[in-house]
């Protein structure tokens, strides 16, 4: 009987790369990095527990909405009271992300100049967030305000507080 011939394999190739793909290489793990570091300088200061720093008092003026990219609007009240209204739409479009509400600042609408607006659902929302107009079921949710002795604003966005009483945290 014969014997089974085996077949040898070839030996293994080394790497090399071309003097293209490095460069390429570096300059992609440049762009990545660089991303990295603008996200993290432009992201809202939030420690994880929910509370974002929003800046000072000083620096808000009276029934102005400031938006925070921490999903919130900051407004002072005449009253002195510094409320966080969510840009989430209380409309079931709502938690679409392309559905925020925004602060059209030169919108006239019964005779007033500056209203926050639905961009999906159309609603109306006064200074203070109420409803004025549209199918939103309620007016602007709020989140909970902490303002410091020093005039430093904390919101705590991990506790959304529901229309109309802005007792109840499970909003409908």
């Known amino acids: 009987m014969g014997s089974i011939p085996v077949a040898k394999p070839s030996p293994l190739r080394t790497w090399h790369f071309s003097r293209r ?9 440049a762009a990545v990095a660089t991303l990295a570091v603008a996200l993290m300088v432009a992201w809202p200061s939030d420690d994880g527990s929910g509370l974002v720093d929003a800046g000072r008092v000083q ?3 009276a029934e102005e909405p400031v938006y925070n990219d921490a999903g919130f609007f900051l407004v002072l009240l005449e009253s002195g009271e510094v409320i966080a209204l969510s840009d989430v739409d209380p409309h079931p479009f709502g ?53 410091a ?18 007792t109840a945290a499970a909003c409908p």
């Open 21 to 29: 793909v490095i460069p390429l290489a570096l300059l992609a793990a």
């Open 95 to 147: 938690e679409d992300p392309d559905c925020p509400i925004t602060w059209r600042p030169g919108m006239v609408f019964e005779g007033t100049t500056g209203w926050l607006r639905a961009t999906c659902s159309g609603s109306t929302f006064d200074r203070t967030g109420a409803r004025v107009f549209g199918p939103a079921p309620r007016s602007m949710d709020r989140f909970p305000v902490d303002v």
């Open 149 to 166: 002795g020093d005039g430093q604003i904390r919101v705590d966005t991990s506790t959304r507080l529901c229309a109309p009483d802005y």
């Open 59 to 61: 620096d808000l003026s």
